[in-house]
């Protein structure tokens, strides 16, 4: 079964959207491994970066993208910080943060 072109463009607008926010925390190196900028057509030039992101830690980086991402990114940064058994206990602390220090979501992104 072929998914429909509507389907597919809104698709490719979210995965886009994705990569734009995880360049724009510092993860470009992660992407180009995995040959993301070829499969998405996505330039690097594209990147905006966070000011300050030097300062910031890895852990700090990936909470802050996974927020920007929406709510189920969130959720899955909450899941993971239960599992400190699968990531570094620095990731659990800052992902534990997302238990309750992340600001509301409308309803309409959410659903």
């Known amino acids: 079964m072929r998914i429909p072109l509507i389907r597919?463009?809104?698709s490719l607008r979210r995965y886009r959207q994705i990569v734009t926010i995880l360049l724009k925390y510092g993860f470009d190196q992660v992407l180009g491994q995995m040959k993301i900028f070829t499969r998405l057509r996505v330039r690097k030039k594209v990147l905006k970066k966070v000011v300050g992101l030097e300062?910031?830690?890895?852990?700090?980086?990936?909470?802050?993208?996974?927020e920007e991402l929406g709510p189920t990114f969130v959720k899955?940064?909450?899941?993971?910080?239960?599992?400190?058994?699968?990531?570094?206990?620095?990731?659990v602390l800052?992902?534990?943060?997302?238990?309750d220090q992340v600001g509301p979501f409308p309803f309409v992104q959410v659903k």
Request: aromatic share 6%.
């Open 76 to 91: 899955l940064g909450q899941v993971l910080s239960m599992r400190p058994f699968l990531i570094p206990l620095e990731l």
């Open 94 to 99: 800052e992902l534990t943060k997302l238990q």
């Open 55 to 66: 300062q910031l830690t890895y852990a700090q980086r990936i909470r802050l993208a996974l």
């Open 8 to 10: 597919r463009a809104r």
